[in-house]
Structure formats: C-alpha cells, structure tokens
T-cell receptor, first 115, second 110 residues
Framework: EAGVTQFPSHSVIEKGQTVTLRCDPISGHDNLYWYRRVMGKEIKFLLHFVKESKQDESGMPNNRFLAERTGGTYSTLKVQPAELEDSGVYFC?????????????FGPGTRLTVT | AQSVSQHNHHVILSEAASLELGCNYSYGGTVNLFWYVQYPGQHLQLLLKYFSGDPLVKGIKGFEAEFIKSKFSFNLRKPSVQWSDTAEYFCAVKAYKLSFGAGTTVTVRA
C-alpha cells in the first residue's frame, strides 16, 4: 500500500512569490490534514478535510494560505504571496476516519524556504 | 485548548544507555496520547499510543510509555538504546485535534 506522498520535497522561493504544495493521501482515506512545523517549534495543525469539504480550518495562519481538495482525492496548499515567516516544513497526513483514536499517517513533508 | 510540553530539546547518549523522554500535556478532558518518531530522512511514524486501559503501553522497537493521569504525563522509555534509535521524537495528544510537542532530538553514539 502506497503511503502519503507530498510534492515537492523542497521548495525555495522569494518573498512575494507563490508556491503550491501537493499531497496525495493513502487511497481510500477520506480525511486529510495539513500541518506545519516552523524550525525548532512544534508541529501545528493547519486544517482538516473530510473528502472535499473543509471540516476544520482553524489553524490556517491567514488568508495568504488556500487549501483545496477537489474531488476528495489529492489536496493542494497554496501560499500567495509568500512571506519569510512561512518558511518551515509542511506535513500532510491522512486517516480512514476522524475518530479520536484513529491513527494519522504522515507524508515526508515539504520543506519550504522563503528568502 | 490542549497543549503539549516536551522536557528536553536534545538528548545525547551512548548505546545501551536507558532513555526517558518527558511529556506533559494540558487538557482537562479525556485525551488520547501518542508518541511519533521521525528517523533521519523518513516519514513521521507512530511509535505507540494510549487510549484507555493499562497505563503502561508498549510500542514498536522496544519502546514503552506510561500514562500518569494525575501528573498529566506520558513519558517515553527504552531500557537500552541502539544507534538506530537516533531520531526526533514527538509527543502528541488528541482530544478534538492532534497537538504536538516541540520534539526531542535523540542522538545515540555508537
């Protein structure tokens, strides 16, 4: 079974540019999550999709971030325009259901560097 | 709101030494507790989890963790570490969403 995949693995962009991160969840997983880790800090929740609907987007930092999951399969996270403080590792995770005991499976992350 | 505190930022130890990583959480209700590990160049993966029952839980690769409700703690232990245990370890709690601690980097010297 293929795991969660993310693309690209690393992106370096200049301040003001746009970047789109992609996440492909495990096949059949309706729940998809985005997290971010700023260097040395905790991994922070950004948002949660159930199929194509946003279940919880309370962790999204501001309106420069836009997440989509058209068709309920893969998801994209767009940052436009990027700022220096957006640098960090963006993780995607997926799970079969959203129960409190359900394991989330994580992707390898995309390291975003904004210069 | 729920929060997680990990006591150590970086731990360095020799092979065969014992390891204990501290984790405390803040949340007044029922929580589910996890330890995740990220080996160099690999994905975050689940090491072990606690939902209910026996507060001493065993995970993969010889790790165990003890839930102490009165102390709001979920410390991770391994009696004898190996070089391959070099990794970053994250404690996480979930009431309504998954919240992580800042992580502890463990370096095991051969």
């Amino acid at each position: 079974e293929a795991g969660v995949t993310q693309f690209p693995s690393h992106s370096v962009i200049e301040k003001g540019q746009t970047v789109t991160l992609r996440c492909d969840p495990i096949s059949g997983h309706d729940n998809l999550y985005w997290y971010r880790r700023v260097m040395g800090k905790e991994i922070k929740f950004l948002l949660h999709f159930v199929k194509e609907s946003k279940q919880d987007e309370s962790g999204m930092p501001n309106n420069r971030f836009l997440a989509e999951r058209t068709g309920g399969t893969y998801s994209t996270l767009k940052v436009q325009p990027a700022e220096l403080e957006d640098s960090g590792v963006y993780f995607c995770a997926s799970s079969q259901d959203m129960g409190p005991t359900t394991e989330q499976y994580f992707g390898p992350g995309t390291r975003l560097t904004v210069t | 709101a729920q929060s997680v505190s990990q006591h150590n930022h970086h731990v360095i130890l020799s092979e065969a030494a014992s390891l204990e990583l501290g984790c405390n959480y803040s949340y007044g209700g029922t929580v589910n507790l996890f330890w995740y590990v990220q080996y160099p160049g690999q994905h975050l993966q689940l090491l072990l989890k606690y939902f209910s029952g026996d507060p001493l839980v065993k995970g993969i690769k010889g790790f165990e963790a003890e839930f102490i409700k009165s102390k709001f703690s979920f410390n991770l232990r391994k009696p004898s570490v190996q070089w391959s245990d070099t990794a970053e370890y994250f404690c996480a709690v979930k009431a309504y969403k998954l919240s992580f601690g800042a992580g502890t980097t463990v370096t095991v010297r051969a």
